[in-house]
């Protein structure tokens, strides 16, 4: 890729390149712990908390729970590092439905991608990826307050991303045939 692409890109430009690169780390790093070898009694561990909290789920509980995931990826800094752990994270849960199920974990990734809720969730995680090193530099550049503003309007945005997300999400749970 040509530098000069960047340079000569408008500063919106940049961050959606950004978002879209992030994405594509996001998913990697989600593959990533999707295909960690997890043992049968760590995976039936993982799937048995995980059925505690479908128990009570409900749209509030899947907006928060999202929603601070994402509030902090936006910390400069330390956000990013944070934000590769819960990647990893979510791709070793999903190891494990799959190991627990019988299904290969990186089929029943891409089967997640099916539903909308799972690309909302994903553009609102790489957002705050994306944003928490933008605003970490214009930091560095000494020009953090008006980063921090565009930082405001993208958390409020990626809140607004993650709250449609979790509506749609508890619709389809809700749908479902129980049992």
């Known amino acids: 890729m040509d530098i000069t692409f960047w340079k000569n890109s408008s500063t919106r430009m940049k961050r959606l390149l950004s978002i879209g690169a992030t994405f594509l780390l996001a998913l990697v790093i989600t593959i990533a712990g999707t295909l960690t070898p997890i043992s049968l009694e760590d995976a039936t561990g993982r799937t048995q908390e995980l059925e505690k909290l479908r128990e009570n789920l409900d749209v509030q509980y899947i907006f928060g729970n999202n929603m601070m995931i994402c509030l ?3 910390i400069p800094v330390i956000g990013p590092f944070i934000g590769i752990i819960a990647m ?14 019988h ?3 990186l089929l029943l990734l891409l089967a997640l991608f099916i539903f909308p ?5 994903f553009i609102a995680y790489s957002t705050g990826l994306a944003e928490s090193v933008w605003l970490t530099w214009r930091l560095i550049q000494r020009k ?3 980063e921090l503003r565009k930082t405001c309007i993208l958390i409020a945005i990626c809140n607004l991303i993650l709250l ?5 999400e508890m619709g389809i749970i809700e749908a479902m045939p129980k049992g």
Not at 117 to 121: K, V
């Open 117 to 121: 809720f799972t690309w909302m969730e």
């Open 103 to 105: 299904m290969p974990p």
């Open 144 to 146: 953090g307050l008006n």
């Open 72 to 74: 902090i990826m936006f």
């Open 164 to 168: 449609l997300a979790a509506l749609i």
């Open 88 to 101: 990893y994270n979510t791709g070793l849960v999903i190891a494990a439905e799959g190991i627990v199920g």
